[in-house]
């Protein structure tokens, strides 16, 4: 029943109708977890307390459903201000991550500055589980102090999904990333 629901549950045939094919409706049922496709057994079987007893020994029968998943594994990152933005000063921004779907395993996130003369992240890796994989994340971007008068910098803060270490429902998420801009703090003198 996590998987598929039939409708009816119970079909009924009479001596005018017992010729007349009946329908049932099988339909996946909507979950949040990225568990891949499934195949289900229904068994279709005589209710006995309800049925002529001749038809009594009639045996069961198995029907292969297929459920088809339509959750991907895939993470999400959000600016917890709006904009993602620091200075060479050192002050601190930060971004959440959250998992899009449950998945069946833990799911590893390494994060890591692609200019790290410009901005750092913290921690450079974070652990989702079953369990916790709703709750936000928060990666502590830093901007870094140089002597150059280079103005705003853009960095790229990246996220990869470190594959040997994770659910692999989310090894095709891959990576996503998030522009980081380190706001310049030295003056022409």
Excluded: C, K, M
């Amino acid at each position: 029943p996590e998987e598929v629901s039939t409708s009816p549950s119970l079909l009924t045939f009479d001596p005018a109708s017992w010729s007349e094919p009946q329908f049932v409706v099988f339909t996946a049922t909507n979950d949040i977890e990225s568990d891949g496709d499934q195949t289900v057994s229904v068994t279709v079987t005589v209710a006995d307390s309800l049925s002529d007893s001749l038809y009594h020994p009639v045996p069961d029968r198995l029907v292969t459903v297929q459920s088809l998943d339509d959750d991907i594994g895939s993470f999400s990152i959000q600016s917890t201000g709006g904009s993602t933005a620091v200075t060479e000063s050192g002050d601190l921004d930060q971004v959440s991550v959250v998992l899009d779907a449950r998945p069946l395993s833990d799911v590893v996130l390494r994060a890591e500055s692609r200019d790290s003369s410009e901005g750092t992240v913290s921690p450079g890796e974070i652990t989702f589980s079953p369990g916790d994989w709703s709750v936000p994340q928060f990666l502590t971007l830093q901007g870094v102090d140089d002597p150059v008068l280079d103005g705003t910098q853009v960095t790229t803060l990246l996220l990869v999904v470190d594959s040997t270490a994770s659910d692999p429902a989310f090894i095709a998420a891959g990576l996503d990333s998030v522009l980081v801009a380190t706001g310049d703090n030295d003056r022409a003198s």
